[in-house]
């Protein structure tokens, strides 16, 4: 039976408001992972002086925590943590052999050449740390998607990932002429208050149980357009 697990956890902010000083939801946790909530705008490692989420983590809760993937500074959402490095690999073993789900929601300004479907293709470094999709498909990264329709000109995707390569869904989006709400990086002109690119939501196995998380996204002014939360509740 599929167990889903509750959100719980909340976030602070201390008066500066910094995205470095707030504590880390957390999603849930058990003897063995942990799953939190990642904030936009926040780096996975430590960089120039500037508190990570690990790093963030690790003082929050006082123990060694072992990655079991990550999102870009960009990017909220959902992150897996293994409690021990066996955890960890067990997770991660899942993720290799496409046995984990992983689903991510998308705003974009730029409507798409398609509406649905399948976006493969190999993946290869492009300028200023940026990444690009080639025509060929030898080690290919693969991304279904979904998307609708909302209001002003905007549209809501839903990503799901068949591979896991740097910066893909941020690629992924671009190849379809419809860059994420706010990637300059990935051709977005929007000035906007974050980039709008969430991990919703993941199924995995853990000891015989099944486990489906979802974190709705609770940062960014588009993110809580009606008609988008009224799509991601049905």
Request: hydrophobic share 40%; net charge positive; with cysteine.
């Amino acid at each position: 039976a599929c167990c889903k697990l509750p959100l719980s956890g909340s976030t602070t902010t201390p008066p500066s408001g910094g995205v470095f000083h707030m504590l880390i939801p957390i999603l849930q946790q058990t003897q063995h992972w942990l799953a939190v909530n990642k904030p936009a705008g926040l780096n996975f490692h430590s960089e120039d002086g500037e508190a990570g989420l690990v790093a963030l983590l690790r003082q929050q809760l006082g123990f060694e925590l072992y990655a079991v993937h990550r999102l870009d500074k960009l990017t909220s959402g959902i992150v897996l943590f293994g409690k021990s490095p066996e955890a960890a690999n067990q997770l991660a073993e899942q993720l290799r052999n496409r046995h984990m789900q992983k689903f991510y929601i998308a705003v974009s300004d730029q409507k798409p050449g398609k509406k649905q479907g399948s976006i493969i293709g190999d993946m290869q470094k492009s300028r200023n740390g940026t990444w690009r999709l080639t025509r060929t498909q030898d080690n290919p990264a693969i991304t279904q998607f979904f998307s609708w329709g909302l209001e002003n000109g905007l549209r809501l995707f839903l990503l799901q990932l068949h591979s896991g390569k740097t910066h893909q869904l941020r690629v992924a989006m671009k190849s379809l002429g419809s860059p994420v709400l706010g990637d300059a990086a990935y051709g977005s002109k929007a000035e906007v208050d974050r980039g709008y690119l969430h991990a919703w939501a993941v199924r995995f196995g853990f000891d015989g149980a099944s486990i489906e998380l979802i974190c709705p996204p609770g940062e960014g002014a588009v993110f809580s357009n009606v008609i988008l939360q009224q799509q991601l509740d049905k």
